[in-house]
Nanobody, 126 residues
Framework: VQLQASGGGFVQAGGSLRLSCAAS????????RAWFRQAPGKEREFVAA????????RYADSVKGRFTIAKDAAKNTVYLQMDALKPEDTAIYYC????????????????????WGQGTLVTVSS
């Protein structure tokens, strides 16, 4: 499975971007897909996840109410709509897919995900 992330760019604070994560092959049916991010000098952190078989969704507290994760099963693609962007959202955003058995409490853990995309850079200016 290869994951291709796209949609990053440069935007002013308060603006919006939509990231896409397309899988090259069918990921485990019903499995979880997630977005993580890594800012310069910081560790990778969880952003959002969706478990496809039942559409359970989780968000990091820092993005709740501003970011929305969604799936398009027909296209095998997951999206991250980012609104009201802040300078602190600046980071490389990575999409990830699991092996299909992630429990809800583990959706925010990077260790749950076996496949990772190459990352897309999001820069938010103040």
């Amino acid at each position: 499975v290869q994951l291709q992330a796209s949609g990053g760019g440069f935007v002013q604070a308060g603006g919006s971007l939509r990231l896409s994560c397309a899988a090259s092959a069918r990921t485990s049916s019903g499995g979880a897909r997630a977005w993580f991010r890594q800012a310069p000098g910081k560790e990778r952190e969880f952003v959002a996840a969706i478990r496809q078989r039942d559409s359970v969704i989780r968000y990091a507290d820092s993005v709740k109410g501003r970011f929305t994760i969604a799936k398009d099963a027909a296209k095998n693609t997951v999206y991250l709509q980012m609104d009201a962007l802040k300078p602190e959202d600046t980071a490389i955003y990575y999409c990830a897919a699991d092996g299909g058995r992630t429990i809800v409490s583990a959706l925010s853990s990077a260790a749950s995900y076996h496949y990772w995309g190459q990352g897309t850079l999001v820069t938010v200016s103040s």
